[in-house]
């Protein structure tokens, strides 16, 4: 039977995304065999790289993940010259970590080829397509996001209901 509510549509939609992340984290696997990066160390750059120099716990919770895991990665990095760390005027302990001009580099080269893939996957919709599918990713993100407390495991009560 169709589905006729939007929320039953968007569903549809949802269901969608798991794949889509684990076909999307194997491609990139593969792209990076053979490189110094792994997939979590290239998210870490990716957001120095879009927002600038952090902190561990920021970056931490930017990806959903532990502080803890964030520093080895961070470790991981700087040890292979692509990250380096600050003194942070606003916090004595908590370092600012930096993209250095190698891990921008290496960042940029790995983007520049998931972006010819993407191109390619792109090719066969129309630009409008794409619009509303970013539109639609973003919404949903900001929506779900405001109901999630950032405390990993822990329900905002903005728009909690019983059924979640």
Do not use: F
Request: aromatic share 4%.
């Amino acid at each position: 039977m169709p589905r006729t509510s939007s929320g039953e549509r968007l569903y549809d939609a949802v269901r969608y995304i798991r794949p889509v992340h684990q076909y999307s984290a194997q491609v990139v696997t593969e792209a990076l065999a053979g490189s110094e990066l792994t997939m979590p160390m290239r998210a870490v750059l990716e957001r120095l790289h879009d927002v600038g120099p952090q902190t561990v716990p920021q970056i931490a919770r930017w990806l959903w993940v532990t502080r803890q895991g964030v520093q080895r990665l961070v470790d991981d990095a700087k040890r292979l010259g692509h990250v380096e760390t600050r003194p942070n005027p606003e916090h004595r302990r908590s370092h600012l970590v930096v993209l250095t001009e190698a891990g921008r580099r290496a960042y940029e080269r790995v983007h520049e080829d998931e972006l010819q893939v993407l191109d390619r996957i792109a090719s066969g919709l129309t630009p409008g397509d794409v619009d509303a599918c970013v539109r639609v990713l973003s919404h949903l993100t900001e929506e779900l996001r405001a109901r999630v407390d950032p405390t990993p495991g822990r329900l905002a009560a903005r728009g909690r209901t019983a059924a979640g």
